[in-house]
Nanobody, 121 residues
Framework: QVQLVESGGGLVQAGGSLRLSCAAS????????MGWYRQAPGKQRELVAV???????NYADSVKGRFTISRDNAKNTVFLQMNSLKPEDTAVYYC???????????????WGQGTQVIVSS
């Protein structure tokens, strides 16, 4: 059974930095995409950043230039370096790992439990 365990959230002042980590355990799966989503109170969950197994990245416009996603394929771990944090970055951040296998294609998403990030003004 796959488990994604996040760490690194917390309380930080505006302009500060945090680094989130997410480690996948309990499986020998190799994930195609790994990424981070976030959900603020009263809002829908949104994509923050995603990275493919080959290292290609994609970011939400709101975090471009401030956040950097990276991964360690050998350890099935994904990171999110968050700099120049703003109060609007406050949310629960969720790790996602995706496998894409077979014909017909079968997509499976795995989720972490979430880690709270609070940015004070």
């Amino acid at each position: 059974q796959v488990q994604l365990v996040e760490s690194g959230g917390g309380l930080v002042q505006a302009g500060g930095s945090l680094r989130l980590s997410c480690a996948a355990s309990g499986s020998l799966l190799r994930f195609n995409d790994m990424g981070w989503y976030r959900q603020a109170p009263g809002k829908q969950r949104e994509l923050v950043a995603v990275i493919t197994s080959g290292g290609s990245t994609n970011y939400a416009d709101s975090v471009k230039g401030r956040f950097t996603i990276s991964r360690d394929n050998a350890k099935n771990t994904v990171f999110l370096q968050m700099n120049s944090l703003k109060p609007e970055d406050t949310a629960v951040y969720y790790c996602n790992a995706r496998t894409i296998v077979g014909l017909p294609v079968r997509v499976t998403d795995y989720w972490g439990q979430g880690t709270q990030v609070i940015v004070s003004s």
